[in-house]
C-alpha cells in the first residue's frame, strides 16, 4: 500500500491546485455572489474567524531527527469505541447543492470513498434517506439542530429516520439555536433557507412529520404553500435558545446509539458534558460564524481536554486549513478533526472529485507532516504536546 503522498504524486492531473490556500480564491470564482457570501462569510466583524487561524500559528511543531520508524506513520485514532483509519471526518453543513447541483451527495459519496466519516446536517439539501443512499457502505453520523420541546415529535422521527437510514451517532449542534450576525448574507438579502427553489429545506420537507404537522396547521400540502412551508421548517430548526442541559436526557432516550454535543467553548461546559453523560465533544465556535469577537477554538483545546479529555471523546474544529493544522490540533489532544470550508471549496470546485481532491490533500500533507517530523504516529502516545513548542511566550 502506497503512502496517501506517493498516490498524489500519481495524479495524473491534479482536478485543482494542491495548495489549500488557493482553494479559497479559486471557490469563489466558481460561486455566486450569494453562495460566496454564505460560505466565506463569518460573524460580524470576522475577528472569531481571524482568531482561529491566527491561534495555529502560535505553536510551532518540533522535528525530531534519526527517529527510527517501521515507516510511514499509523495514522488512525479511536473514537466513540472504535478505530478509524483517519483522524478526520467531514463536518456538517446545509444546504450544498447551492455549491454544486449533487451537494451533499457529491460530498458523502466522496467521504465513503476515502474511508471518512461523514456528518450529515439537519440543514441538507438532500434528505437523510438520499444522503444514505450516496454514502453507501461509509460510516455516517447525523448532526441535529434541535427543534424546541413542543416538537419533539419531529425532533423523534428525524432521530428514527437517521438511525434507520445507518447514521451510527448524533452530533447535536449547540452554537445555532438562531443564525448569527452575518453582513455578507445581510448585504446580499440572502437567507439560503428561504430560496424560491426551496434547496434549502429539502431535507425538511421530506419529514413525515413535519408534513402532517404542517396539513393539520393550515389545512393545505406543503407544495401548495412553499414559502410559508420554508418559513416554518427553519423556525423549527432554528428555534431560538429553548433547551437546558436536562432536556440532554430527552435525546438520550430517543438516541439508541453515541451523543456528541458540538459547539463547546469553555471547561464549564465541557464538565457539564461530562456531568450529563454524553459520549463526547466538540471543541468547535462554528467557524467563526455565531459569536463575533470569541475566543479561538484551538486556544480552548488544552484546557478543555486536560478538564475532560480522559472522560469523553475530543473532537475539533474551526479553522483548520492544512495537514499541519490538523497534527497540531491532534498534539493538543483532539482525537479527530471535523473539515469544514475546504472541503466546500472542493464541491464547488469539482463535486465529488474535488471534495475527495482536499481530503486526500489534507490526509497526504498530514502524513507527510507527521513522517517529516518524525512522529511515529497520530495516536497520543506519539503525537501530544512534547511536539509542539509555544512560539508567542
Ligand atoms: C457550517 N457549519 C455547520 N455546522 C452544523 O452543525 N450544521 C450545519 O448545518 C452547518 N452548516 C454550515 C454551513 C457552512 C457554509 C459552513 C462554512 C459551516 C459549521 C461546520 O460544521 C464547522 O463547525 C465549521 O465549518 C468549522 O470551521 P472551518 O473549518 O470552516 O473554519
Not at 324 to 331: E, R, T, Y
Given at each position: 500500500e502506497k503512502s496517501i503522498y506517493q498516490?498524489?504524486?500519481q495524479y495524473e492531473r491534479p482536478p485543482f491546485s494542491f495548495h489549500p490556500e488557493q482553494w479559497e480564491p479559486a471557490a469563489?470564482?466558481?460561486?455566486?455572489?450569494?453562495?460566496?457570501?454564505?460560505?466565506?462569510?463569518?460573524?460580524?466583524?470576522?475577528?472569531?474567524?481571524?482568531?482561529?487561524?491566527?491561534?495555529?500559528?502560535?505553536?510551532?511543531?518540533?522535528?525530531?531527527?534519526?527517529?527510527?520508524?517501521?515507516g510511514l506513520p499509523d495514522l488512525s485514532t479511536k473514537v466513540l469505541g472504535q478505530r478509524f483509519p483517519f483522524p478526520i471526518c467531514?463536518?456538517?453543513?446545509?444546504?450544498?447543492c447551492i455549491f454544486n447541483p449533487d451537494g451533499?451527495?457529491?460530498?458523502?459519496?466522496?467521504?465513503?470513498r476515502d474511508g471518512v466519516p461523514y456528518i450529515m446536517s439537519t440543514a441538507s439539501s438532500t434528505s437523510i434517506e438520499d444522503v444514505a443512499k450516496a454514502n453507501g457502505d461509509g460510516v455516517r453520523w447525523f448532526q441535529l439542530y434541535w427543534p424546541s420541546r413542543e416538537n419533539d415529535d419531529i425532533?423523534?422521527?428525524?432521530?428514527?429516520?437517521?438511525?434507520?437510514?445507518?447514521?451510527?451517532?448524533l452530533f447535536v449542534?449547540?452554537?445555532?439555536?438562531?443564525?448569527?450576525?452575518?453582513?455578507?448574507?445581510?448585504?446580499?438579502?440572502?437567507?439560503?433557507?428561504?430560496?424560491?427553489?426551496?434547496?434549502?429545506?429539502?431535507?425538511?420537507?421530506s419529514d413525515p412529520v413535519f408534513r402532517s404537522r404542517f396539513k393539520e396547521k393550515h389545512g393545505t400540502e406543503i407544495e401548495d404553500d412553499l414559502h410559508s412551508a420554508a418559513t416554518e421548517w427553519t423556525g423549527t430548526i432554528f428555534p431560538g435558545l429553548s433547551h437546558g442541559w436536562d432536556d440532554i436526557q430527552f435525546l438520550k432516550k430517543h438516541w439508541d446509539g453515541p451523543i456528541i454535543l458540538k459547539g463547546i467553548q469553555t471547561v464549564e461546559d465541557a464538565k457539564m458534558c461530562v456531568e450529563v453523560g454524553v459520549d463526547g465533544i466538540v471543541v468547535s465556535n462554528h467557524g467563526g460564524r455565531q459569536v463575533d469577537g470569541g475566543v479561538s477554538?484551538?486556544?480552548?483545546?488544552?484546557?478543555?481536554?486536560?478538564?475532560?479529555?480522559d472522560k469523553l471523546d475530543v473532537f475539533f474544529d474551526s479553522g483548520i486549513r492544512a495537514g499541519a493544522d490538523i497534527a497540531k490540533a491532534m498534539a493538543l489532544g483532539a482525537k479527530m478533526c471535523l473539515i469544514g470550508?475546504?472541503?466546500?471549496?472542493?464541491?464547488?470546485?469539482?463535486g465529488e472529485g474535488g471534495v475527495s481532491h482536499v481530503l486526500k490533500s489534507l490526509l497526504g500533507d498530514f502524513e507527510l507532516t507527521l513522517h517529516l517530523a518524525g512522529i511515529e504516529s497520530a495516536s497520543p502516545e506519539h503525537l501530544n504536546r512534547d511536539v509542539l513548542i509555544r512560539e508567542d511566550q
Amino acid at each position: 500500500e502506497k503512502s496517501i503522498y506517493q498516490k498524489g504524486l500519481q495524479y495524473e492531473r491534479p482536478p485543482f491546485s494542491f495548495h489549500p490556500e488557493q482553494w479559497e480564491p479559486a471557490a469563489e470564482q466558481r460561486m455566486s455572489a450569494d453562495a460566496r457570501g454564505y460560505v466565506v462569510g463569518n460573524a460580524g466583524t470576522g475577528e472569531t474567524g481571524r482568531k482561529n487561524r491566527e491561534a495555529f500559528k502560535k505553536w510551532s511543531i518540533l522535528p525530531k531527527r534519526l527517529v527510527t520508524t517501521k515507516g510511514l506513520p499509523d495514522l488512525s485514532t479511536k473514537v466513540l469505541g472504535q478505530r478509524f483509519p483517519f483522524p478526520i471526518c467531514v463536518a456538517p453543513v446545509g444546504v450544498q447543492c447551492i455549491f454544486n447541483p449533487d451537494g451533499e451527495r457529491a460530498s458523502a459519496a466522496a467521504a465513503a470513498r476515502d474511508g471518512v466519516p461523514y456528518i450529515m446536517s439537519t440543514a441538507s439539501s438532500t434528505s437523510i434517506e438520499d444522503v444514505a443512499k450516496a454514502n453507501g457502505d461509509g460510516v455516517r453520523w447525523f448532526q441535529l439542530y434541535w427543534p424546541s420541546r413542543e416538537n419533539d415529535d419531529i425532533t423523534i422521527s428525524l432521530l428514527s429516520r437517521a438511525k434507520e437510514a445507518g447514521f451510527s451517532a448524533l452530533f447535536v449542534t449547540l452554537d445555532t439555536y438562531i443564525l448569527g450576525w452575518r453582513p455578507s448574507d445581510m448585504d446580499n438579502g440572502y437567507n439560503p433557507f428561504l430560496r424560491s427553489d426551496n434547496i434549502g429545506v429539502a431535507a425538511g420537507f421530506s419529514d413525515p412529520v413535519f408534513r402532517s404537522r404542517f396539513k393539520e396547521k393550515h389545512g393545505t400540502e406543503i407544495e401548495d404553500d412553499l414559502h410559508s412551508a420554508a418559513t416554518e421548517w427553519t423556525g423549527t430548526i432554528f428555534p431560538g435558545l429553548s433547551h437546558g442541559w436536562d432536556d440532554i436526557q430527552f435525546l438520550k432516550k430517543h438516541w439508541d446509539g453515541p451523543i456528541i454535543l458540538k459547539g463547546i467553548q469553555t471547561v464549564e461546559d465541557a464538565k457539564m458534558c461530562v456531568e450529563v453523560g454524553v459520549d463526547g465533544i466538540v471543541v468547535s465556535n462554528h467557524g467563526g460564524r455565531q459569536v463575533d469577537g470569541g475566543v479561538s477554538s484551538l486556544g480552548m483545546l488544552p484546557r478543555i481536554v486536560d478538564a475532560v479529555g480522559d472522560k469523553l471523546d475530543v473532537f475539533f474544529d474551526s479553522g483548520i486549513r492544512a495537514g499541519a493544522d490538523i497534527a497540531k490540533a491532534m498534539a493538543l489532544g483532539a482525537k479527530m478533526c471535523l473539515i469544514g470550508r475546504p472541503y466546500i471549496y472542493g464541491l464547488a470546485l469539482g463535486g465529488e472529485g474535488g471534495v475527495s481532491h482536499v481530503l486526500k490533500s489534507l490526509l497526504g500533507d498530514f502524513e507527510l507532516t507527521l513522517h517529516l517530523a518524525g512522529i511515529e504516529s497520530a495516536s497520543p502516545e506519539h503525537l501530544n504536546r512534547d511536539v509542539l513548542i509555544r512560539e508567542d511566550q
